[in-house]
């Protein structure tokens, strides 16, 4: 059975930064695309971004873009997310999925996910 575990997270005031990590359990960890969602309550899990499988091509939503870095080491078997000058908007549930298809924005391109780690931006 898959394991895709996440640590970080926790609460950060505003303009701090964070890492959230995510360890996945697959022996070809190299072939997945992985992303980032958030969900905050009554919301629809909302994508945040996602690295490709190979090259390690990166994409990331607009509320994020310049502030939010995603990278991974297929040696470790572990996708990062590093969040830097955080926003209250930003507080959210955040999880980490492994997509072994060619999708990567949407919530169904997923066949593994993370059990969600809480971000908190305080003000």
């Known amino acids: 059975q898959v394991q895709v575990v996440q640590s970080g997270g926790g609460l950060v005031q505003v303009g701090d930064s964070l890492r959230l990590n995510c360890t996945v359990s697959?022996?070809?960890?190299?072939?997945?695309?992985m992303g980032w969602f958030r969900q905050t309550p009554g919301k629809e899990r909302e994508f945040v971004a996602a690295?490709?499988?190979?090259?390690?091509?990166?994409v990331y939503a607009d509320a994020v873009k310049g502030r939010f870095t995603i990278s991974r080491d297929n040696t470790k078997n572990t996708v990062y997310l590093d969040m830097a000058t955080l926003k209250p908007e930003d507080t959210a549930v955040y999880y980490c999925?492994?997509?072994?298809?060619?999708?990567?924005?949407?919530?169904?391109?997923?066949?593994?996910w993370g059990q969600g780690t809480q971000v908190t931006v305080s003000s």
């Open positions: 697959l022996d070809n960890f190299f072939d997945y695309n």
């Open positions: 999925g492994a997509s072994g298809g060619h999708g990567y924005r949407n919530t169904w391109d997923y066949h593994y």
């Open positions: 690295i490709s499988r190979g090259r390690g091509a990166t």
